[in-house]
């Protein structure tokens, strides 16, 4: 009896890859773990008992890990990865991303028009579940879990360069949506502002007629006319102004996008990844200098995260109702639509055969809380307050839905 109990147990404690469902669960949890603790730390450091981490501290180290340190990390991980002929194999990252928007939002979509959020913030439910971060957490946890000498995916190094080069080659497409799409969505309402009382609820009114008052007394004089022959450089210069302001390119043109552009530039022409990105290179310095303060993003940005949770969930009027929706969206509900999207795929043959760390960084993209960008576009939109309340809630539950989702995925995959 005791020998047909071991071998069950035997049988049924192992996954197709030889793993102990203990090591899935070990592979899953500990990444989140490590990032739990280093954000602990951050919201211990900026906690009113020690404050070394107050609100002007988080800022600066925002700035600095998005403006230097991040960029330097995708520069170095994605351009000594990357080849022409690599770039054409990984298609499918970006337009995965684009997925990811399309069917988070069709269940934001479904979701709001479920619970009816109070007015103005129907959009910005559909956003919050629509976007996940699909650079900074995604890029943590594949470091958490590289480090580990037993991970499933091979050694440090490989692991850590595949998951970060795939995890890169889809933020430049992230950025283009969350300063297009995103910033379209979360527009203020017709009032200019999201700060509505009760009794300030839109109605239908009458159109406004100018009346003899609001009409000026004076007409603007006409433009002058303008010769066509000594004016067209200044056309050229004018329409081209006019396309980078119609196109927020200034804030597409990120640094971690200029990071991305350049790494796949410089990584698909030979000569120069083997005078920049190799380690025998010439200006290889140049290249090691960005290696160490790319090393410096994980830690930096999880001590920010944290301490960006000391605020707590602030006087938010969302209400819980429309903020549990939010939280059950995106975590419960997005992440099984993009295991099917990616299972889809893969049957179809869409993917490189046999890499498993492409799948899995592709199952990530769909499992993320809600993305720390979109935050911040919230924040220029007038509805910061709101934005927080979300990230906040929604990153304490995402430490247990990520370890869940996780577990399946290297179930699946191994």
Known sequence: MERFLLAVAATTNTIPGGQSVFSTMKFAVLPIAKVFTMCFM???????????????????????????????????????????????????IPFNVILATISGSII?????????????????????????????????????????????FGDYDKCSQDGNAYISFGQWVGAIVLYTYVFQMLAPPSEGTFDIEDGDLPIKSNPVINTAEQVPLLAPPEPEPVDSNTSKPGKIKDFFAYL???????????????????????????????????????????????????????????????????????????????????????????????????????????????????????LLQHTMPTSVLAGAVANLRGCGKEAAAVLFWVHIFAIFSMAGWIVLYLRILF
């Open 42 to 92: 951050g919201f211990l450091m900026a906690s009113k008992y020690v404050n070394i981490l107050p609100a002007t501290g988080r800022k600066l180290l925002n700035g600095l890990v998005f403006s230097l340190l991040l960029p330097c990390l995708i520069f170095t991980q994605l351009g000594r990865a990357v080849t022409v002929q690599k770039m054409l194999e990984w298609w499918f």
């Open 108 to 152: 934001g979509l479904v979701v709001a028009s479920i619970v009816r959020p109070p007015y103005p913030y129907f959009r910005f439910t559909i956003i919050q579940i629509g976007i996940g971060n699909i650079g900074n957490v995604p890029l943590v946890l594949i470091a958490a879990l590289c480090r580990d000498k037993s991970n499933p």
């Open 244 to 362: 980078y302001e119609k196109m927020k390119l200034k804030q597409i043109l990120q640094p971690p996008i200029i990071a991305s552009i350049l790494a796949m530039g410089i990584g698909a022409i030979p000569f120069l990844k083997r005078l920049i990105l190799t380690d025998d290179a010439p200006l290889f310095f140049f290249t090691d200098s960005c290696i160490i303060l790319g090393e410096a993003m994980i830690p930096c940005i999880l001590l920010a995260l944290g301490g960006n949770l000391v605020d707590g969930p602030g006087s938010s009027k969302l209400g819980l109702k429309t903020t549990a929706a939010i939280i059950f969206g995106r975590l419960v509900l997005v992440p099984p639509a993009g295991l099917g999207i990616v299972t889809l795929a893969d049957k179809l043959g869409l993917l490189p055969a046999g890499d498993k760390m492409f799948r899995f960084v592709l």
